[in-house]
């Protein structure tokens, strides 16, 4: 049986799990992954004395292969891989230092021609965290934007689901194997992202997510990446690293902006003094790729065709920080019967949402 060069990335991708740097300094010295199968194991043991273990086991894993049966074992789990060679690889990953030797995806890639947006954040974030969250993922999406995150619990679930409620496409990278669904309660949004984006990792079928590949997994995320949206973060923070990461990688880096006393936001606010983007909504985002002002219209027109004028008057107060009938009456002179009316009917339309008793957020 003749083995195609994609078959052997497979074996040297999948037999490195969390070794970038011994990946490539392999592929340098040999040049190709098929001489690396051929290469005898001593020599490889006296070539990298450093790295006997990960050696030792790449060895073991080869005397165990069977490029066909393991060909047939993606087949099965519905699973593509490919490699840094594939005319397939996304162009934006091929600069990324230590960029993955190959890529496990089911669904779909991002396309290179359209524009993408990573949206990272806390997994305990905040109301006003899934809000910014499924407002930036919703709207860019509807802009064309690809929207790109880690499918983790908190601001990574609520941008993807943002997305899919914009209609658009959204790709989750794993810090696991594709068939491995992470958190398990996001399982129907694993579904969902495989039909309307796509599901990727560096890591072989089987991986269950481990602490070291997380890191690893957010260079892809940002690598992918035209800007980097950061909401919500704290002091440190793993979103931290993904934006520093996608400095390194001449990203333009955004963050929502949070109240200076909340924990959640001090990582953002450090951001932002330090000099990343403010981001206040997403057609500022959107200006930034470039895309005209046409979703800024619409919203504005939905506004003056839907709602009445004193529920535009509240509306207009309404934000992503939640607030009560009471700073309401204050801040549109409304009495307080009218306001908890006026409340009432926004979140019947659609326009509002009470996050916890009395305190409402804007839905756009």
Request: hydrophobic share 40%.
């Given at each position: ?15 490195l ?10 592929a ?16 490889l043991?006296m ?11 790449l ?31 996304p ?55 690809q ?35 992470y958190?398990?309660f ?90 990343a ?15 005209n002002?046409?979703?800024k ?68």
């Amino acid at each position: 049986m003749r083995i195609s060069m994609e078959a052997y990335w497979h074996w040297l991708t999948s037999g490195l799990v969390g070794e970038p740097g011994l990946f490539w300094r392999l592929a340098e010295q040999y040049g190709t992954p098929e001489r690396i199968f051929m290469a005898k194991e001593e020599e490889l043991l006296m070539r990298f004395p450093k790295n006997q273990r990960a050696i030792g086991g790449l060895c073991r894993r080869r005397k165990e292969w069977d490029f066909e049966k393991e060909g047939e074992l993606l087949k099965r789990k519905g699973i593509t891989f490919i490699s840094c060679e594939n005319p397939l690889y996304p162009c934006r990953l091929k600069t990324v230092a230590h960029k993955p030797g190959g890529l496990y995806v089911r669904g779909e890639l991002p396309k290179d021609s359209d524009p993408s947006v990573a949206i990272v954040g806390a997994r305990a974030c905040s109301a006003y965290g899934r809000s910014a969250a499924m407002w930036f993922g919703r709207e860019l999406a509807k802009g064309g934007v690809q929207v790109i995150s880690g499918m983790a619990a908190g601001i990574d679930g609520c941008s993807h689901q943002g997305a899919l409620e914009g209609g658009g496409k959204t790709f989750g990278i794993l810090g696991g194997g594709v068939d491995v669904c992470y958190p398990e309660f996001h399982r129907e949004l694993y579904m969902r992202l495989e039909q309307q984006g796509g599901l990727l990792s560096e890591s072989p079928p089987g991986i269950r997510p481990m602490r070291h590949l997380f890191p690893l997994r957010n260079r892809i995320i940002s690598g992918l990446a035209d800007v980097v949206l950061i909401i919500e973060a704290k002091a440190k923070s793993g979103s931290l690293i993904t934006a520093d990461l996608a400095l390194e990688q001449g990203r333009d880096v955004y963050a929502v902006p949070g109240r200076l006393e909340d924990s959640l936001s001090t990582g953002c606010n450090n951001l932002i003094h330090q000099g990343a983007g403010i981001a206040l909504s997403p057609e500022q985002i959107l200006e930034e790729l470039g895309i005209n002002g046409k979703l800024k219209k619409q919203i504005k027109k939905h506004e003056k065709n839907d709602l009445e004028m004193a529920e535009n008057i509240v509306y207009s107060c309404l934000g992503l920080q939640a607030q009560g009938p009471e700073e309401l009456c204050i801040r549109t002179k409304l009495p307080l019967i009218e306001v908890l009316r006026i409340l009432t009917s926004l979140e019947l339309k659609g326009y509002a949402k009470e996050v916890y008793k009395n305190n409402f957020i804007r839905v756009l």
